[in-house]
């Protein structure tokens, strides 16, 4: 009688293996893909995998829908700045405005540069430009 495998473990180990070719990210995306493509449901590959759910329906619905362009693209946190190129007007309208905390910023980022950005971007966008704000 043949030992049952771990898929669990095994996943662990494919996993482990690919974080030393890519990001932690991209490598759950790729073992998730796999196991989509041959019918595993979602809840199984989330367990497997350590993706999150919804991260696992995001991905279902962009390999069903055939969007795989963006598929091994992976954001996050060493992205461009949404204010890349605004950075000046927006540091000379701090300078110039009365705006007495964050929220007053995002929001004259949102109403004069269409641009929707929380208050943790604003904060590292004032310690990066060395701004008062």
């Known amino acids: 009688m043949a030992k049952e495998i771990d898929a669990g473990l095994v996943f662990k180990l494919i996993i482990g293996f690919l974080r030393m070719l890519m990001p932690q990210t991209l490598a759950k995306r790729i073992a998730s ?3 989509i493509a041959i019918g595993v449901p979602d809840g199984r ?7 999150c759910d919804r991260s696992v329906r995001s991905l279902r ?5 055939g969007e795989t362009e963006t598929l091994f693209h992976v954001g996050g946190g060493s992205g461009q700045s949404k204010l890349l190129g605004f950075e000046a007007a927006i540091i000379s309208e ?10 007053q910023i995002a929001d004259m980022i949102r109403n004069k540069y269409g641009i929707e950005v929380c208050l943790n971007t604003v904060s590292n966008f004032l310690k990066k430009t060395g701004s008062n704000g």
């Open 45 to 51: 590959v989330t367990e497997l995998t350590g993706l």
């Open 94 to 103: 701090i300078e110039t405005g009365s705006y007495s905390n964050r929220r």
């Open 61 to 65: 619905k962009s390999l069903e829908e």
């Open 33 to 35: 893909m796999a196991l």
